[in-house]
């Protein structure tokens, strides 16, 4: 397992920061050395990079990659890395939000942590990096006669090889179903899961009214989303039901 924590959630790249003046700290520079003068501190601080002219910076992602028994040897724990980076980025950037997920790999997977979890959080640069060592597999997979693709690392879903349409809240609502696959899930756990602090939490009869709606665009084959009477809706496989995703699961939250 292993986590990433990013500051401004909205942000969905990890743009590269000059780490000049932490590796001048690093090498134990004086705090004189540190100081700059006046007429450079008013001058304007360096843009990005990998930021394009008409574009702003809205935050950034850190990957860190360790596994728990890693972080056991190192007599720590996934939640105390995550609460330490939490504290030290209040402390230097107090109106500064954070966002946490775990990245999620099958046991036995291998590999370098740091590159799980930057597939699982749909990297970029990685996602083109396997792609690339898979020898690019082309859209012409894409063109199923019929059946159900639901592809995770893209986060759409092909109906017959056409698409199906899903909202933003409707593909997150499947998908929570797919990775928890023959698991009943409860009205509450979606409403805890897929709806953020700050927005206004559903009743559970709009949980209804999301899973409706869903069931409506997978058309005639919405039974992979099964009712569970009294307890909440749970995903059911089917032979004709393609799952695609990068080598590890979306993250949960941490």
């Known amino acids: 397992m292993s986590l990433a924590l990013a500051s401004a959630p909205t942000a969905r790249t990890a743009p590269s920061i000059s780490a000049a003046p932490v590796r001048a700290i690093a090498d134990g520079a004086p705090i004189a050395r540190l100081a700059a003068p006046a007429a450079e501190l ?17 935050g950034f992602v850190l990957y860190v990659g360790i596994d728990e028994t890693k972080a056991t ?28 997920a775990v990245a999620l790999a099958p046991e036995g997977a291998g590999g370098r942590d740091v590159d799980v979890v930057r597939l699982a ?9 396997q792609r690339e060592a898979q020898g690019d597999v082309r859209d012409d997979s894409d063109r199923h006669p019929n059946g159900v693709i639901i592809d995770i690392s893209r986060k759409r ?10 909202t933003y809240k409707e593909f997150e609502l499947l998908q929570y179903l797919v990775l ?16 953020n602090a700050d927005d206004e939490a559903p009743s ?11 069931r409506s665009k997978l058309a005639h084959y919405q039974d992979i989303v099964r009712t569970v009477r009294g307890l909440g809706y749970r995903f059911d496989r089917h032979a004709d039901v393609s799952i695609r995703q990068a080598s590890t699961p979306s993250p949960d939250v941490f």
């Open 42 to 58: 008013a001058s304007p601080a360096p843009r990005v990079r990998a930021v394009p002219e008409g574009t702003e910076a809205r």
């Open 180 to 195: 928890r696959e023959g698991r009943t899930i409860d009205r509450h756990e979606l409403i805890d899961s897929l709806w």
């Open 121 to 129: 959080l749909q990297d970029p640069a990685a996602l083109a990096k």
């Open 157 to 166: 879903v092909l109906l017959d090889g056409e698409p199906a349409g899903l």
């Open 73 to 100: 040897e190192d007599g720590t724990t996934l939640h105390r890395i995550v609460e330490a980076l939490r504290r030290l980025t209040a402390e230097v950037a107090p109106s500064a939000e954070t966002y946490a």
């Open 204 to 214: 559970e009869r709009t949980i209804d009214v999301h899973v409706r709606r869903l």
